[in-house]
């Protein structure tokens, strides 16, 4: 049969508010997890990583929490603008750079 | 900041054809990378490359599939004979070590007609 595209959950905010993406993995045994931005015909970029190690980094403007009892993953934004708007990945591995990618989620800022 | 880049930034071919994809990476990475991204859905692990050989591979790297570093800068992904699954967006992706930060180039869009 046909293949479905995949629709992605969809956050809408408004510029200056804070964005908060979430995302659940699935391996317990993954011990690095990213977040990654992709605009329109563009690749994946890197916005933050985070080792199981820890619970919490921050970086300019943006913040990973990490749970692992609860296998969860979140990206705040601080003063989201116009240019956040992406779909934004996490991501996990437990060792390396062969990274399984979540589902997506498509961010709109409202001017 | 340095980047890895990509060519084409889209390809067409038909059904049956040979494609090249070309990939730059960062000048003094060492681990490369190819992920697909078939429209609407995730991105996919295709392989990983390190020493001249590829390290890991996924379900979805087929016989089809082969890869050449043929210089110290340049890393190609070869689809020997294309079927219409294959239309994708590649992306290929370069690393200075095993679990550092992975740079991604901005991708070939390949459509099989």
């Known amino acids: 049969g046909e293949s479905v595209g995949l629709h992605l959950p969809t956050l809408s905010v408004q510029e200056g508010d804070n964005s908060i993406i979430n995302c659940a993995y699935s391996?317990?045994?993954?011990?690095?997890f990213i977040w990654y931005k992709q605009e329109s015909g563009k690749g994946p970029q890197f916005i933050i990583d985070?080792?199981?190690?820890?619970d919490k980094r921050q970086g300019q403007r943006v913040t990973v929490l990490l749970n692992k009892t609860v296998k969860h993953l979140s990206l705040q934004i601080a003063a989201t603008q116009p240019g956040d708007s992406a779909v934004y990945f996490c991501?996990?591995?437990?060792?390396?750079?062969?990274?399984?990618f979540g589902t997506g989620t498509q961010l709109k800022v409202e001017l | 900041e340095p980047e890895v880049t990509q060519t084409p930034s889209h390809q067409v071919t038909q059904m049956g054809q040979e494609v090249i994809l070309r990939c730059v990476p960062i000048?003094?990475?060492?681990?490369f990378y190819w992920y697909r991204q078939i429209l609407g859905q995730k991105v996919e692990f295709l392989f990983s490359?390190?020493?001249?050989?590829?390290?890991?591979k996924s379900e979805i790297f087929d016989d089809q599939f082969s890869v050449e570093r043929p210089d110290g800068s340049n890393f190609t992904l070869k689809i020997r004979s294309t079927k219409l699954e294959d239309s994708a967006m590649y992306f290929c992706?370069?690393?200075?070590?095993?679990?550092?930060?992975?740079?991604f180039g901005s991708g070939t869009q390949l459509s099989v007609l």
């Open positions: 992706a370069s690393s200075r070590a095993f679990d550092e930060k992975l740079f």
């Open positions: 391996n317990s045994a993954s011990d690095y």
């Open positions: 985070i080792r199981s190690n820890m």
């Open positions: 991501a996990e591995t437990g060792g390396g750079n062969k990274l399984t």
């Open positions: 000048s003094n990475h060492l681990y």
């Open positions: 490359f390190y020493n001249n050989e590829i390290s890991e």
